[in-house]
């Protein structure tokens, strides 16, 4: 049985306004171990829908990626300020996982690089914990090293020099200041996202004599 897309989200939203312990999908491997039954798996389906969505509304809306000087994992000035715009977001959601991601360009050494990527992903969570973003919304911190850089030369390269933050998953016990409420609103938000244009918006158009062309 295959859940709708529009039932997915309903799923989630009524996760949020759960309650329980642990998480949910903390393991993308966990069918491997056996069967789940059927409505896990479909709650993991939509989990996974849900992040993938969540993380292009959050890089739609906050930049995800900052950049560091070379050999260094201090946050420059233009860091910080991406940095307040994603703690901002991030506290609109606290329902959601995070994962901040270090990378370094492929100057120095597998060894060296794999440190100061993890120097760079824990400068950015130290800092938007600072501005009140709780840590258990961020799981982990991981350092890619030089081993995914977005350009391949043997050089410095500042584009490679960089964190990015992604949604990863929710929290199945949501914070205190989570209710049916705040379920009932993000669900409230897909279903506004997907609504057509009302009609009577085109009927007010035509009748105050505005050309409506149509569509290419």
């Known amino acids: 049985m295959t859940l709708t897309k529009t039932s997915r989200w309903l799923a989630l939203a009524l996760l949020l306004s759960g309650c329980g312990t642990g998480e949910v999908g903390s393991d993308p491997e ?3 171990f056996g ?3 059927t409505e896990n798996t479909q709650l ?3 989990e ?3 992040a993938i969505s969540l993380t292009q509304k959050f890089a739609s809306e906050a ?4 950049h560091f000087a070379f050999n260094s994992s201090a946050l420059d000035g233009l860091a910080q300020q991406a940095l307040l715009r994603q703690a901002a977001w991030i506290r609109n959601y606290p329902q ?3 994962r901040v991601y270090g990378h ?5 050494s597998a060894a060296y690089n794999k440190a100061l990527g993890m120097r760079r992903a824990q400068a950015v969570v130290a800092f938007l914990t600072a501005q009140g973003v709780s840590r258990a919304q961020i799981d982990a911190v991981v350092s890619e090293g030089k081993t995914q850089p977005l350009v391949f030369t043997q050089a410095p390269n500042a584009q490679n020099r960089r964190t990015v933050t992604e949604v990863i998953g929710m929290l199945r016990r949501a914070p205190a200041q989570l209710d049916g409420k705040y379920a009932q609103r993000v669900y409230q938000g897909y279903l506004d996202s997907a609504a057509p244009e009302p009609m009577n918006t085109v009927a007010n158009q035509s009748s105050a004599g505005i050309a409506i062309s149509p569509g290419n």
Request: glycine residues 8%.
């Open 30 to 32: 966990i069918s491997s």
């Open 35 to 37: 069967t789940s039954i």
């Open 44 to 46: 993991m389906t939509g």
């Open 48 to 50: 996974r829908d849900f």
């Open 63 to 66: 930049p995800n990626t900052v």
């Open 96 to 98: 959601v996982r995070f």
């Open 104 to 108: 370094t360009d492929l100057v120095g």
